[in-house]
């Protein structure tokens, strides 16, 4: 774990392995721990790089606004302080989806592969974004946990929920690390994130998506669409998931990871 000056905030990542580039993207209200099982893996042939975006894991929380552009800005940021040139394969997994649709739009020169996991290319419905600035609102009065439990039968599948207790604790845990200003800042982007659909048919690097085949909230048919609206792009599967594939079934999201990257 490493810390550094990103953008005038306190940023915390990790660098581990050595060879091409590999920048993971968490989702939302996770930190970089969701890809655990990931980052060990592709260590072995890659350099993986995995922060904690702000107000998130251990960064430091935002003092303002945020967007999908603020988060992407950081993360150019922080491949300048490693000193890292040469094209990354961007890996950005739910709304680290959103924020590597922006990272492309703002730094295309930096991207080399793309890996969309469980993710959208399209943006808030009005009512969807209005609830998520309602619970914005509720977060700054009675803190985030509300939020979680709410969300967290949507997270994983049925299977995952009533038969695993030990990875919805686990998952729980890592979404208790959040700051509250983190959630309502991230709350915020997503709701005013921009539509990213006609971006699909620009992004030109190759491009893995996968998609749990239970996810309730990024639905196989929605990620195949995703797929085919892509220059070069394979579609993957995963069976015995549902959103969180990273961690319901990490070995086959690994797998499937591991197999772009050696293409």
Not at 72 to 90: E, G, R
Not at 197 to 209: D, F, G, H, R, Y
Request: hydrophobic share 45%; with cysteine.
């Amino acid at each position: 774990m490493s810390t550094a000056t990103i953008n005038n905030h306190n940023m915390v990542y990790e660098v581990i392995g050595t060879g091409k580039p590999v920048l993971l993207v968490h989702g939302f209200p996770l930190n970089r721990q969701m890809w655990r099982v990931q980052i060990d893996a592709l260590a072995q042939s890659h350099k993986v790089i995995a922060p904690d975006l702000r107000g998130f894991g251990e960064s430091d929380p935002p003092s303002g606004d945020v967007s999908m552009a603020t988060y992407a800005d950081d993360l150019a940021a922080l491949l300048d302080h490693l000193a890292i040139d040469q094209p990354v394969t961007i890996a950005g997994f739910s709304m680290g989806g959103y924020v590597a649709f922006e990272f492309w739009r703002r730094h295309k020169n930096r991207v080399g592969n793309m890996m969309l996991i469980d993710t959208r290319a399209d943006p808030d419905p009005s009512e969807k974004a209005a609830g998520r600035k309602e619970a914005a609102q509720r977060v700054l009065k009675e803190g985030p946990n509300f939020l979680y439990d709410g969300m967290m039968p949507n997270l994983v599948s049925d299977r995952t929920f009533n038969g695993q207790p030990d990875l919805v604790k686990s998952l729980r845990a890592i979404m208790a690390t959040s700051s509250p200003a983190g959630v309502v800042a991230a709350l915020h982007a997503m709701a005013n994130r921009p539509d990213s659909q006609s971006l699909l048919a620009e992004i030109s690097v190759p491009t893995v998506v996968i998609v749990g085949a239970e996810d309730a909230i990024s639905p196989p048919s929605v990620m195949e669409q995703i797929a085919k609206s892509l220059q070069t792009a394979e579609f993957c599967v995963i069976e015995n998931a549902g959103h969180m594939t990273t961690m319901e079934n990490p070995d086959a999201v690994t797998t499937a990871m591991k197999k772009h990257l050696s293409a």
